[in-house]
Every structure is written in C-alpha cells, then in structure tokens.
C-alpha cells in the first residue's frame, strides 16, 4: 500500500468516525421514549457481543488475557468503564431531554479539559497560547452562568468524564477494541442484573418480538463500536494534530443537529458564549498545529 493510499484510508477513515459520532444525536433522540438508564444497560450488552464477536473473528481473543496479566491494567480499566458509562448515561439522557446543544458544548470543551486535567494531575506545563485557550473558555462559561442563569453542568459533565476517560486511558498499554471487550465486560454484570429486575418486573422495553425498538437497542452496540473501529485505523494512518482537527467534526454536527433539525433554541446569550469556546479552541488549535509543525 503506498503512502497516499494509507493516507487517504485514514482520513476517510476519521471523518467517518467523527461523523458517526456526531449524527448520535439522531440515533438516540429515536430512544427518547426509553429511560436513559435502560438504553444504557443494551449499549453495554450489545457492544460486549458485537467487539468480542469481532475479537474472535480476528483470532485476538489472546489480546484480552495478555492485556490483563500486565500490572494495573484491570484496576486501570475498572476506572475507566466506570466513566465511560458515567459519560454514556448523561450523553444519552440528555438527547432525551432535548438538550443536545449543551452535549455538544460539553464535546467542544473536551480538548481544553483534557489539557486542563493534564496540567492538574500529571503536571504538564501549559504554553500561553494554551493558557489563554482554557481563560476564554472560563469566560464562556461564566457567560454563560451569569446570562442564562443556571450551570451549564450537562457540558461540563461530559467534559470532564470524557476527558478523565482519556487521561485514564492514556496510562494504559491496551488497544481500543481490546480495551472496549474489557471496560464493557466489568459493566456486563450490573446491565444484566438491572435488565433481569427490568424483566421481572415487566419494565423492558426490549423483547424477542424484535420490534423497531428492541431493534434499534440492539443497534446501540453497533453504533458505539463501529466508530471505534473506524478511528482505530485512522489513528494508525493519521498525525496527532489531523486527529484532532477532526474531532471537531464531532461537536459541530451535533450543534447543527440540535439547532436545524431538532430544532432546539438557541439565542443571542447562547451564541455569546459558545464564541468564547471557539475562539478558545481556535487559540488551541493554533498552538497545537505549532508545535506539531518541524522546528
């Protein structure tokens, strides 16, 4: 394969992952009717069956004990399942309640939470570009606070749940796909149990009639790791700063989602402060093309 080749995969590769993620909002708002809790237990299931089904096919089942076996893996993993479905839960009620255009904000914030915690936690030096990227996304928020009068915290929840997901698993030597079959075996158990309370109780939603909504439940597993897998080969293909670039691509069709098509409002104190983010992560994405760039 030539180097245009692999090139070309890779970015359609992330664009297709970016875009999958960012039409989620159209997937979900299809669940609306179903108790967040409950969409989530199916996406765990589903995506346990359909990523193992795959690791086998791919004759990687070895990865899983591999990966285990290195010290602080498990534990290590353990915290990041636990935020990831902590950051799944709120991502999917919110779509439910019609407040996609705060999801979205809260995935335009994730870069600049993630070097945030990075400075926090590991101690990272911070440029001053890098600064005043996190100091005009402060602004927004405050703006934000102050004009609408109350927190933003669906945004800021994601934020920070998705970007200490990704501190977590920073630390850890495993592959996405490996890592997903882990994180989502340790939740595999509580999804059961509260799918066999459900069941008993005759709460479920889902049954094996396979009517549109059990069908679109089982669709959840495909939808959480089909995108996985997409930027997994972009990722191998891609430099950091074509990544993420396209990561905006994300967050931008879930806010056009929300304002054109679910129709959400959005006013003139919105648009205030959702400038100071952007200017935020133009700030950064500046720097971060600079110090990318060869000196």
């Known amino acids: 394969m030539t180097v245009f080749s692999s090139l070309r995969i890779g970015l359609i590769s992330g664009f297709l992952a970016y875009a999958m993620w960012g039409i989620f909002p159209l997937f979900f708002h299809l669940l609306r009717e179903i108790p ?15 990523v193992s089904l795959i690791l086998l096919l791919l004759g990687r089942l070895s990865r899983i004990r591999q990966s285990l076996s290195q010290a602080g893996v498990l534990q290590g993993l ?16 919110s779509v439910a309640q019609g407040r996609v255009i705060e999801s ?3 995935y335009f914030l994730t870069p600049l939470i993630s070097v945030f915690l990075a400075r926090v936690i590991l101690k990272e030096q911070l440029t001053a ?12 928020l405050l703006w934000l606070v102050i004009r609408l009068g109350y927190l933003p915290w669906i945004s800021i929840a994601l934020a920070v749940s998705f970007g200490l997901y990704g501190l977590v698993r920073k630390q850890i030597a495993v592959d996405s796909l490996t890592a997903l079959v882990i994180e989502t075996a340790l939740m595999l158990p509580f999804a ?15 049954d094996l009639s396979f009517n549109n909504i059990s069908l679109l439940l089982m669709m959840s597993g495909v939808v959480t790791a089909l995108p996985l897998l997409l930027f997994a080969s972009a990722a ?3 430099s950091l700063s ?5 990561m905006y691509i994300n967050p931008t069709l879930q806010f056009l989602i929300a304002v054109f098509v679910l129709q959400e409002s959005f006013d003139v104190n919105q648009l205030v402060g959702f400038l100071f983010i952007w200017m935020a992560l133009f700030v950064f994405g500046k720097d971060s093309v600079k ?3 060869p000196s």
């Open 129 to 140: 570009a890098r600064k005043l990227a996190i100091w005009l996304a402060v602004a927004g």
């Open 236 to 238: 191998k293909r891609l």
């Open 78 to 93: 353990a915290l990041s399942s636990a935020l990831v479905s902590v950051n799944w839960l709120i991502y999917i009620w």
């Open 192 to 206: 059961l149990l509260y799918w066999m309370y459900l069941a008993q109780n005759n709460l479920a939603s889902f």
């Open 104 to 106: 979205s904000l809260g």
């Open 36 to 50: 967040a809790t409950e969409v989530l237990l199916h996406r765990v299931v589903w995506s346990f069956v359909l």
């Open 291 to 293: 110090r990318q760039s």
């Open 242 to 246: 074509a990544l993420g670039f396209m």
